[in-house]
């Protein structure tokens, strides 16, 4: 028998989507995120407190022994912030996507760019006439969900599908109800195994083979967390009872106020870009 030594060839970048993760990108929001449209019933954002915020963030996860990039937004468009939609990573490199909004696609250009700067190599791209944003990915064990909605479209899921097979992946697509934003703003993983999921939200039956947390309605965008390890994630404080639900279920929280960002439907999984997971 050969004893297995930790020699690698080429990257170890997100080994598992759920796994401790160790180095995560950012993007500070620019004062258009003022311009934003709120959710309906809340408030517009306020640049200085959404600033405050993200800042709040990059040291949790600083604490939490991740080596954090923070990029400036250099775009007008508000949502420029949500970094996770540019780009889903394998262990092996980077998948750019190709975004739904016209008016955002140059931000996958300068992430490209970013990504040469910090020696995080390419798996592949969406190309035209495809259309997929990184948030309506969520990888949980060996699967990929990809979310179908108002974002974008059947081109460019069976392109990422592929990827993501040739990269080990089974792919289920997800119904999402209507009106909603992303997948990722209202499902989660937070294990290996068990997914976070807001009810009325999803088609559930796309999640069979895993235990699911089913949070109630009206705070479904409480199962947008950020996996820092297994069964231990970063969420919103705002949903208190979705919270709890996710404690009883032995999932370890880390509750931040993230509110300017919560008012677009932004969650700490779409601020967040995973560069590195093992």
Not at 50 to 65: H, I, N, P, S
């Amino acid at each position: 028998m050969t004893a297995r030594n930790d020699v690698q060839y080429g990257p170890r970048l997100v080994t598992t989507a759920t796994g401790r993760l160790r180095s995560a990108l950012l993007t500070r929001p620019s004062a258009a995120i003022e311009r934003a449209e709120p959710l309906i019933g809340e408030p517009g954002a306020i640049y200085s407190r959404a600033l405050e915020q993200l800042d709040v963030l990059r040291k949790t996860l600083e604490y939490f022994g991740v080596e954090t990039t923070v990029v400036q937004a250099r775009g007008d468009e508000p949502c420029e912030v949500a970094a996770a939609d540019t780009a889903v990573l394998f262990e092996d490199g980077a998948a750019l996507m190709r975004l739904t909004s016209l008016a955002r696609r140059a931000e996958v250009d300068r992430m490209e760019a970013e990504f040469g700067a910090i020696d995080v190599p390419l798996a592949g791209r969406i190309t035209a006439p495809g259309l997929l944003d990184g948030n309506d990915v969520l990888l949980a064990g060996r699967t990929a969900f990809l979310g179908i909605g108002v974002r974008g479209n059947e081109l460019g899921r069976s392109g990422f599908a592929q990827l993501a097979q040739a990269h080990g992946y089974r792919v289920v697509e997800v119904k999402l109800a209507p009106g909603l934003g992303p997948l990722r703003a209202v499902a989660g993983a937070v294990a290996e195994d068990t997914i976070a999921v807001g009810r009325d939200c999803v088609d559930l039956d796309a999640f069979d083979g895993f235990r699911t947390i089913v949070l109630e309605p009206g705070e479904g965008q409480a199962a947008g967390v950020l996996p820092l390890g297994e069964r231990h994630v970063i969420a919103d404080i705002r949903f208190r009872t979705a919270l709890a639900a996710m404690r009883r279920a032995g999932i370890t929280v880390e509750a931040l106020d993230l509110y300017e960002f919560n008012k677009l439907g932004l969650t700490p999984s779409m601020l967040t870009l995973a560069l590195r997971r093992e």
